[in-house]
């Protein structure tokens, strides 16, 4: 106690062994929202997507994958947009989810900023994305570069995601597709995999506990506090 007299005794919790291995588990498949970053006829990161999606499914997933055409950018348009309330609604659905993006001049596209941009730290009271796990991955014209996965790893902490280790950034795109729109059997491939596995067992080790893993002393102890400004105010 003499060590650490800043804490508050009230609100200072060491790890409840119990509530993290709950043996209470659900049951339903992981449910996985994938959203890309062009609209482009031929869009290497929406065909990534839709390979990563045919491997969730294989591993046990329900996915959905949102389409950012028509999506107007962030304030340029009310919440009630019909796209801007597709795309809050299958945040709200999804326990993890999965963020693919072109790399152009050096970064992510605009297009899939814009869909981080309408996604909204809080909801009714709720926030929507915090918890949920999430996997990054982009595709490159050129030599492999990781600039959008990093910041694509930035958002996602912002966003209280829960962001897994692996990665996939896939260099010279226009190689690795066939015509039918296919991602070719190679090591980039097998990465996509590696993730998808990945991004399964996480999602399923979390989504039980993700209230609890980012349960905050600091926000504990600030709820604590309004909570009794809140109840002894003197009546008016």
Not at 13 to 19: S, W
């Amino acid at each position: 106690m003499a060590d650490t007299p800043n804490l508050d005794e009230e609100h200072i919790q060491a790890p409840d062994r119990d509530r993290l291995l709950s043996s209470a588990r659900a049951e339903h498949a992981p449910r996985i929202l994938l959203l890309y970053g062009s609209l482009r006829g031929r869009s290497f990161s929406r065909l990534m997507t839709e390979e990563a999606a045919r491997i969730l499914r294989r591993l046990g997933a329900e996915t959905r994958t949102y389409c950012p055409s028509g999506l107007p950018l962030p304030d340029d348009a009310e919440d009630l947009h019909p796209k801007v309330k597709e795309l809050r609604d299958l945040v709200t659905w999804s326990e993890g989810m999965v963020w693919c993006s072109p790399e152009r001049h050096g970064a992510m596209t605009g297009i899939m900023k814009t869909q981080i941009d309408w996604i909204p730290l809080s909801l009714g009271g709720v926030r929507p994305t915090q918890g949920k796990t999430l996997a990054v991955m982009q595709v490159s014209g050129g030599s492999q570069s990781f600039n959008a996965v990093n910041q694509l790893r930035i958002l996602g902490r912002w966003m209280r995601l829960l962001t897994i280790p692996n990665q996939s950034s896939t260099p010279k795109a226009f190689l690795e597709f066939d015509g039918a729109g296919r991602m070719k059997p190679s090591p980039f491939y097998d990465r996509v995999v590696d993730v998808m596995e990945e991004l399964m067992k996480f999602t399923i080790l979390a989504r039980d506990s993700k209230d609890y893993l980012l349960d905050r002393y600091s926000e504990r102890k600030e709820s604590a506090e309004e909570l009794s400004v809140r109840v002894n105010q003197k009546a008016i």
